[in-house]
């Protein structure tokens, strides 16, 4: 398939401004600037793991946290993912990885459903990793799922330090997306449903 599978959103509210690029068919080339630098490095993981090309830049209210930059990246990282996945046809549609980082082990199952859905298992010791909450990794994928049409399922298997867990997450997360978005040659460009139908996020429900 020679399908143009990339996405590209400009997003702009009052609180920040983000723009993204992101191509499923990459090499894991990666240039992020989110003014969040613990965020940064977790979307240097999602792509260098996912064979991703992404390109993201956002400036947002960071001098009140890092809230606002963290969810609307995520969102416009959503809807990029929906835009390059389209409508789905030939890809795997399901994956699953469990990501070892050290002491952490993570595990991530996802399918591109198009129904967002997110479990969050993950239990992270500190509150803080550098100067980012950890609370808001959920909000990342939060709105992810929502914005991308992924159910999508995380659980902790191990884990004691924070670093660790948040980044085996987010390795396990690359890893299953890539497996779900890679084309299957069986699937002759067919869309992976018994309905004939997988729901795009963003788009009108029929
Ligand atoms: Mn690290």
Same mark, same amino acid.
């Given at each position: 398939?020679?399908?143009?599978?990339?996405?590209?959103?400009?997003?702009?509210?009052?609180?920040?401004?983000?723009?993204?690029?992101?191509?499923? %068919?990459?090499? +894991?080339?990666?240039?992020?600037?989110?003014? #969040? /630098?613990? =965020? @940064?490095?977790? *979307?240097? &993981?999602? !792509?260098?793991?996912?064979?991703?090309?992404?390109?993201?830049?956002?400036?947002?209210?960071?001098?009140?946290?890092?809230?606002?930059?963290?969810?609307?990246?995520?969102?416009?990282?959503?809807?990029?993912?929906?835009?390059?996945?389209? %409508?789905?046809? +030939?890809?795997?549609?399901?994956?699953?990885? #469990? /990501?070892? =980082? @050290?002491?952490? *082990?993570? &595990?991530? !199952?996802?399918?591109?459903?198009?129904?967002?859905?997110?479990?969050?298992?993950?239990?992270?010791?500190?509150?803080?990793?550098?100067?980012?909450?950890?609370?808001?990794?959920?909000?990342?994928?939060?709105?992810?799922?929502?914005?991308?049409?992924?159910?999508?399922?995380?659980?902790?298997?191990?884990? #004691?330090?924070?670093?660790?867990?948040?980044?085996?997450?987010?390795?396990?997360?690359?890893?299953?997306?890539?497996?779900?978005?890679?084309?299957?040659?069986?699937?002759?460009?067919?869309?992976?449903?018994?309905?004939?139908?997988?729901?795009?996020?963003?788009?009108?429900?029929?």
């Amino acid at each position: 398939m020679t399908k143009n599978r990339q996405g590209q959103v400009h997003r702009t509210t009052a609180e920040t401004n983000v723009q993204v690029q992101l191509n499923l %068919d990459g090499t +894991g080339r990666c240039q992020v600037s989110t003014g #969040v /630098a613990f =965020l @940064d490095h977790m *979307l240097n &993981q999602l !792509a260098s793991h996912g064979l991703l090309d992404l390109e993201i830049t956002a400036v947002g209210d960071t001098h009140i946290d890092d809230h606002h930059s963290n969810e609307d990246v995520g969102i416009a990282v959503g809807q990029a993912l929906s835009q390059a996945l389209g %409508d789905r046809r +030939g890809i795997q549609r399901f994956g699953h990885f #469990v /990501a070892p =980082l @050290d002491e952490a *082990l993570v &595990q991530v !199952a996802l399918d591109c459903s198009g129904r967002p859905h997110l479990s969050y298992g993950l239990q992270i010791p500190a509150a803080k990793i550098g100067s980012y909450d950890t609370e808001l990794v959920k909000e990342f994928f939060v709105a992810v799922v929502n914005n991308s049409g992924l159910t999508l399922h995380i659980r902790q298997l191990a884990g #004691v330090n924070s670093h660790h867990i948040v980044e085996a997450c987010f390795k396990a997360f690359a890893r299953a997306l890539r497996l779900a978005v890679e084309i299957d040659p069986r699937r002759a460009g067919a869309i992976p449903s018994s309905k004939g139908v997988l729901e795009q996020a963003g788009q009108a429900h029929t």
